[in-house]
């Protein structure tokens, strides 16, 4: 058995070919597209990460001083200044009196110059 081409067949392979081709091309550009497409997501993401990062650095900022405002105005540190503050008021008067007396008695003790 002999097989011959004929035009119908060159024309069928041909357009085969050129199918083939085309298909090789678009299948070329959507990969082209969709690796720039990932080219910003990619971009895009590591934006977001690092605005994330600061944000996260941000909050562990204020989370601390938070802490630390909450430990400083505690109830227990809160008595203890008012307590301190009391005492130190107390140890004032009886100061002050005790300098009122002493300037009483200084001043008794000279002469009066006239």
Do not use: C
Not at 18 to 44: D, W, Y
Not at 58 to 87: F, K
Not at 90 to 109: D, F
């Amino acid at each position: 058995m002999e097989m011959e081409f004929t035009t119908r067949d060159l024309f069928q392979l041909g357009a085969i070919a050129v199918s083939l081709i085309g298909a090789f091309v678009t299948a070329r550009m959507q990969i082209k597209q969709l690796v720039e497409r990932m080219a910003n997501h990619e971009k895009r993401l590591l934006s977001m990460d690092h605005r994330l990062d600061e944000a996260e650095s941000a909050r562990a900022v204020i989370d601390s001083r938070v802490s630390i405002l909450s430990q400083i105005n505690s109830v227990d540190a809160l008595a203890n200044h008012n307590q301190l503050m009391a005492t130190m008021d107390t140890r004032v008067e009886m100061l002050m009196e005790e300098v009122k007396l002493l300037r009483k008695l200084h001043n008794g003790q000279h002469p009066k110059n006239t």
